[in-house]
C-alpha cells in the first residue's frame, strides 16, 4: 500500500517537510509550523495547489 504525503512550507521561516494529510487538521483550520509555531491556515502551508487537493479528500 502507497502511503500519500503533502509538502509543507512554513511562510514565516521557510521550513519544509511532509507529513501524511490523516495527520493534519482540515485546510480551513490553524495550523502551527513545528519550528517557529506561526499560526495561519494549513492552507497557507501547502507548497502546490496538489498538496491542498489531497489534503481535502482527506478532510
Known amino acids: 500500500m502507497v502511503e500519500a504525503f503533502v ?11 511532509e507529513d501524511g494529510p490523516t495527520d493534519l ?3 480551513r ?3 502551527s509550523c513545528p ?3 506561526a ?3 494549513l492552507a497557507e502551508f501547502m507548497r502546490t495547489e496538489r498538496d491542498l487537493e489531497l489534503v481535502k ?3
Not at 512550507?9 to 519544509?16: A, I, N, S, T, V
Open 7 to 17: 509538502r509543507l512550507l512554513c511562510p514565516e521561516c521557510g521550513k519544509d517537510w
Open 25 to 27: 487538521p482540515g485546510h
Open 29 to 31: 483550520k490553524n495550523f
Open 35 to 37: 519550528t517557529c509555531h
Open 39 to 41: 499560526t495561519r491556515r
Open 57 to 59: 479528500q482527506f478532510e
